[in-house]
Nanobody
Framework: QVQLVESGGGLVQAGGSLRLSCVVSGRSLRCAPMGWYRQIPGKEREWIADITTGPKPETYAESVKGRVTISRDNAKNAVYLEMRSLKPDDTAVYYC???????????WGQGTQVTVSS
C-alpha cells in the first residue's frame, strides 16, 4: 500500500518562506516523475510543480514560477518544495503525488496546510 505523507506547512506572513516535504512509503519513487499540487478552498486541486527522473528541467505553474523550487531525494524516497515570497493567494492544502494521468496516481495523502497572512 502506497502512502504519501506531506509535512512542513504552517502559518507564515506574506513574504515568508516554507519548505514542504513529502515522504513516500510502500513504493519507490526512483522511477516516478513527481509533482506538487495544491487545493485552495472551494476550488479543484491544481498542479503547481513537477520533477522528472531524468535531465528534463523541472516545470512550474505560472502562479508559482520563480518563487518555488521542487527537488527530490531518491535515497530518502522524498520530494520537497521550497517556497519563498509567499502570498496570501498561496494559502491552500499542499499535496504531492506522481505526475501523470489521473489513473496512474497514488492514493492522496492528507496534505499539509499552508496559510499565508497579509
Amino acid at each position: 500500500q502506497v502512502q504519501l505523507v506531506e509535512s512542513g506547512g504552517g502559518l507564515v506572513q506574506a513574504g515568508g518562506s516554507l519548505r514542504l516535504s513529502c515522504v513516500v512509503s510502500g513504493r519507490s519513487l526512483r522511477c516516478a516523475p513527481m509533482g506538487w499540487y495544491r487545493q485552495i478552498p472551494g476550488k479543484e486541486r491544481e498542479w503547481i510543480a513537477d520533477i522528472t527522473t531524468g535531465p528534463k528541467p523541472e516545470t512550474y505553474a505560472e502562479s508559482v514560477k520563480g518563487r518555488v523550487t521542487i527537488s527530490r531525494d531518491n535515497a530518502k524516497n522524498a520530494v520537497y518544495l521550497e517556497m519563498r515570497s509567499l502570498k496570501p493567494d498561496d494559502t491552500a492544502v499542499y499535496y504531492c503525488n506522481k505526475r501523470g494521468p489521473r489513473s496512474s496516481l497514488w492514493p492522496w495523502g492528507q496534505g499539509t496546510q499552508v496559510t499565508v497572512s497579509s
